[in-house]
Structure formats: structure tokens, C-alpha cells
């Protein structure tokens, strides 16, 4: 069975569609085959791998997927030693959203898709879920098909405000009623300035540590005991242009972590701290 790390944050714009697509990437160039599952109805990480024009009505995708038809894994060659798959969202979903014609029935939809389907089960080590910015069905989906739950942040108070809010009202149920032993790895902060240091981190590791505590024992044990992960990723200006290249490059992600070796050595830290977070967990007691 895949490993599916689930990224999500109900404040918009934390940095969840950018962290998936990176570490996905950090992950097959480790050699992982990995596939996204794309949650948004926005798209964004799908127009990050495949041509704008080809989403603009996408029947083969994740709300497909959802709903036991037929999907499909569009592979993403970029050149990385392991496999990258993406399952899509399209600009059509907008509107699937706004008629209404979300199913919204089942939690497990995807989770259910994801045991049962043998071109993941056999094909792939991680499967990555990038969720919208809001509590609907597809990030609920995403949540109760996760073995592994990161938070993406930056420093700003209202995506602190957000994290917390995950960590009190959200994750707590998702703990106690989904069928998989999902654990936190914790909150990973993306996008900020480097002029933050080491004090202020180590702050807000403080800070979130005594706010998990707070919670009763077998959630909290859940939450990996160092609540912010030590790897981060700084803002860097091609990643802040990204939205408004696809329509220039067909792989714009690609060709900015190609030309950065700065934000390939920053992915390559981050996807080493998943590894161990992931193979040593230790929750917080
Ligand atoms: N490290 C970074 N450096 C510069 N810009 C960044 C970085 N990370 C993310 N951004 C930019 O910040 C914005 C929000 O990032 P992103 O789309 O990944 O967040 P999100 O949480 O997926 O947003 P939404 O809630 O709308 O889905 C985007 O314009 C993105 O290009
Ligand atoms: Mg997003």
C-alpha cells in the first residue's frame, strides 16, 4: 500500500498547492514513484504539470474518482528517477461545484479508490493529496484518506490562526473517526523571508507544542512530538510568478527548480525530514 500524505490548510493561499507539487517532485527525484491527487476544483496543481488548454474539461479526474467512475493517471515526465502520476482537476469543476454536483455523501470516496485501484496499489510508494482552502467535501476526502497529514504555513498570523484551528476543531475528528492510524508530521512553514531566525522558529515550535498538549492523549499522540518541521521553504521569486507561467511552459515547476539550486537543496531537506518523520514517529507525549 502507498503511503498518502495529505496536505492541508483551510486558510487559503498557506502554500499547500506548491508544497505537494514540491514534494512530489523531491520525492520521485529520491527514485519514490509517486502520484498527486489534485482535490482542488481550482486546479492549480494540475496546471503546474499539464497544459492549461488540456484542463479545461477534465471527465477522467479526482471528482470522477470520487464518485466511482472512471479515471485516469496522467504520467508527468520530468525527468525524475521515479514515477510522477497526477490525477487531475479541471477549470470544468468550478462549475461541478457550483451546481451542486460535488457528491458529498461519503468521506471515504477516495480512500476507498485509492485500496481498491491496483494501478496505485502496485504502481506507487507515495500518494500526495493537495486539498482546497476550505472545509468541503474534497479536503474531507483527503483527510480521511490519509496515513499522514502536513500543515503548510507561513508567518503571517492569520495562516498561524488557521493552524490552529486545523489542530483544535479539525484534526481531532479526523483522528478519532477515520479508519487509518493517521499521525500529524507536523506544521512546515513555506514562503517565508529569510529574515526570521532560529529564536522566532523555536518560539513557535513552543507555541504549537503547548497548544497540542492541550489536547486529550490518544489525539495527541497522534502529533508528531516536534510540532514545526526544522526544513523550510524560504520565498523565492520565480515560485511567487508560478501561477502566471503555465501559460508560457507547459512544465513551469520544472523549470524553475531546475534553475534554483538553492530551492532544489531546501526541497531535498524537506523530503529527508518527511522521511525520517515518517519512519520515526514519535508522538507527542
Ligand atoms: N516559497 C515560495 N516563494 C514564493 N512564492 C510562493 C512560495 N510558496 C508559495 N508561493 C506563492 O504563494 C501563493 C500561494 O501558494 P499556493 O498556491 O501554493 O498556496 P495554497 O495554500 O495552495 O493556496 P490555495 O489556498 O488558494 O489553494 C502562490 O502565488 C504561490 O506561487
Ligand atoms: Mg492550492
Not at 496543481?45 to 474539461?57: G, P, Q
Not at 487531475?88 to 469543476?93: D, I, K, P, R, T
Not at 532560529?198 to 490518544?218: C, G, S
Not at 502566471?244 to 515547476?253: A, G, N, Q, S, T
Request: glycine residues 6%; aromatic residues 8%; contains cysteine.
Amino acid at each position: 500500500m502507498p503511503n498518502v500524505i495529505t496536505v492541508t490548510n483551510q486558510k487559503g493561499g498557506t502554500g499547500k498547492t506548491t508544497l505537494s507539487a514540491l514534494l512530489g517532485i523531491g520525492l520521485a527525484s529520491k527514485g519514490y514513484n509517486v502520484l498527486l491527487i489534485d482535490l482542488d476544483p481550482q486546479a492549480h496543481l494540475s496546471s503546474l504539470f499539464v497544459k492549461i488548454t488540456n484542463l479545461e474539461n477534465v471527465s477522467d479526474g479526482a471528482i470522477e474518482m470520487a464518485q466511482d467512475l472512471r479515471f485516469n493517471i496522467r504520467p508527468i515526465n520530468i525527468g525524475t528517477r521515479g514515477r510522477l502520476g497526477l490525477i487531475a482537476s479541471g477549470l470544468n469543476y468550478i462549475i461541478k461545484v457550483y451546481r451542486g454536483m460535488i457528491p458529498s455523501t461519503d468521506p471515504y470516496a477516495i480512500y476507498k479508490r485509492i485500496e481498491r485501484e491496483p494501478a496505485i496499489t502496485r504502481n506507487y510508494d507515495y500518494v500526495i493529496c493537495d486539498t482546497p482552502p476550505e472545509l468541503f467535501p474534497p479536503t474531507i476526502w483527503g483527510l480521511f484518506a490519509a496515513d499522514y497529514i502536513i500543515i503548510p504555513s507561513n508567518l503571517e498570523e492569520l495562516s498561524i490562526l488557521g493552524t490552529k484551528l486545523l489542530i483544535k476543531e479539525v484534526l481531532p475528528e479526523v483522528i478519532m473517526y477515520s479508519k487509518k492510524n493517521v499521525r500529524v508530521l507536523g506544521m512546515a512553514l513555506i514562503n517565508i523571508s529569510k529574515k526570521y531566525g532560529q529564536d522566532t522558529f523555536n518560539k513557535l515550535n513552543d507555541a504549537l507544542t503547548r497548544f497540542i498538549r492541550n489536547l486529550p492523549v490518544p489525539v495527541r499522540e497522534r502529533f508528531y512530538a516536534r510540532p514545526l518541521f526544522q526544513a523550510r521553504i524560504h520565498r523565492h521569486e520565480e515560485l511567487k510568478d508560478l501561477p502566471y507561467r503555465p501559460r508560457r511552459w507547459e512544465l513551469p515547476l520544472k523549470r524553475v527548480v531546475d534553475r534554483s539550486a538553492e530551492l532544489r537543496i531546501e526541497v531535498q531537506s524537506f523530503v529527508d525530514e518527511l522521511i525520517s518523520r515518517m519512519s520515526n514517529f514519535a508522538g507527542l507525549q
